[in-house]
C-alpha cells in the first residue's frame, strides 16, 4: 500500500490522538499544549517507511515498547518539572 502525504497525516494524527487519549486517565500531565510537543517527538518513520516494506509483529512491539518508555520518560521529567494540570 502506497502511503501519501494526506494518508501519513491522517495515521500521525489519529495516533497521536490515541495516545494523548490514553493520558486522560492516570496521567499527572493533562495539557496538550504540553503532551503533544511529547508526541510529535515519537518516530513513525521506523514502521511506516515503505522502502523497507512491512513490518513483523515483533517489529511493531519493539517499536511500541521504546516509544512508549520514551514519550513515559519526557513526561516523567515534566511532572518532576513542576505540577501541570
Request: glycine share 2%; charged share 35%.
Amino acid at each position: 500500500m502506497k502511503i501519501t502525504d494526506h494518508k501519513r497525516k491522517i495515521i500521525l494524527n489519529a495516533a497521536a490522538w490515541c495516545a494523548f487519549s490514553s493520558t486522560r486517565s492516570a496521567c499527572p500531565v493533562k495539557s496538550r499544549e504540553h503532551i503533544y510537543p511529547i508526541l510529535d517527538g515519537i518516530s513513525f518513520d521506523e514502521i511506516l517507511d515503505e522502502q523497507k516494506g512491512p513490518i513483523t509483529k515483533d517489529q511493531f512491539n519493539e517499536w511500541h515498547k521504546v516509544e512508549c518508555l520514551a514519550v513515559a520518560y519526557e513526561l516523567e521529567k515534566k511532572k518532576s518539572w513542576k505540577k501541570i494540570r
